[in-house]
């Protein structure tokens, strides 16, 4: 069985692909993906694209064309949970999509036909992705960011940038409203888990926090992707690979 690796970013990519062992490109549905082998699983390496809908496309066409039995996802958010700093890690276990809302037919959140408004991550494979980003945060790989964290719970997805104090605040206060303690905000991973959630297929996620969803975002994001989200990705999956039996092959 064959493992995904999907990536928000190219940067965070390179260093596996690069370490493939029979590494192939193939494109499809206007995408490249990296077939290959890293620590004797085979695995396929692809960017997400940004948004929801194009995160979706890619990880239906990851289960539909290359049979992976298993998605393991890395990229960066905007922390906005109490305590969630820019060089943290916060590693999902539920996924809710901020923008979904169909009231008064539904309540707000709650995806229609699905009877939920969150989803849960693999929760064996998300325990294996916990320990390996505490391990790469304890081993000081990127040491301007010593006190580092490693977090773990509710991410939100929605198909906007939160990059305001006010957007932030009231997205934080009217989900915890609803006892949804959430820490993190993205645009990705609740589309791959509702699109995992239907086939079936497990799925664990990692985002390094490369800003506080408001208006002191980082002012160099480019190279926050390159020198620290980067370097915890290829660890952390690594680690992952190292922890999970080759013959099982996938994230379960």
């Not at 709650?110 to 390996?132: I, K, N």
């Not at 990127?142 to 009231?170: N, T």
């Given at each position: ?40 699983h ?10 929801k ?15 992976v039995r ?6 960066v ?5 109490a ?8 590693i ?11 009231s ?11 009877g ?32 580092a ?8 997805s ?18 915890e ?8 905000v ?12 239907d ?17 002191s975002?980082h ?21 992952f ?5 080759a ?6």
């Amino acid at each position: 069985m064959t493992l995904a690796i999907l990536s928000a970013l190219a940067e965070e990519q390179h260093g596996l692909v690069d370490a493939m062992q029979g590494m192939q490109c193939l494109r499809h549905a206007g995408r490249d993906f990296w077939l290959g082998r890293l620590h004797g699983h085979e695995v396929v390496c692809a960017l997400s694209g940004i948004g929801k809908v194009a995160a979706a496309t890619t990880t239906a066409a990851l289960i539909e064309r290359f049979g992976v039995r298993g998605i393991l996802f890395t990229g960066v958010a905007g922390g906005i949970g109490a305590g969630v700093n820019v060089g943290d890690v916060v590693i999902a276990r539920t996924f809710l999509q901020h923008d979904m809302d169909a009231s008064p037919i539904f309540p707000r959140w709650q995806l229609p036909g699905y009877g939920c408004s969150t989803m849960a991550c693999d929760a064996a494979a998300t325990d294996r992705l916990v320990q390996a980003a505490d391990s790469a945060v304890r081993s000081g790989i990127v040491a301007s960011y010593a006190s580092a964290r490693v977090h773990q719970g509710l991410i939100a997805s929605g198909d906007q940038f939160v990059s305001s104090r006010q957007a932030s605040a009231q997205l934080r206060a009217d989900l915890e409203a609803a006892g949804h303690a959430v820490l993190a905000v993205e645009m990705e991973g609740a589309a791959v888990a509702q699109t995992c959630l239907d086939y079936g297929t497990p799925f664990a996620a990692m985002r390094t926090i490369s800003d506080r969803a408001d208006d002191s975002a980082h002012v160099d994001f480019s190279d926050f992707v390159r020198t620290v989200a980067s370097r915890y990705a290829q660890r952390v999956v690594l680690d992952f690979l190292r922890q999970t039996p080759a013959k099982k092959q996938a994230v379960c």
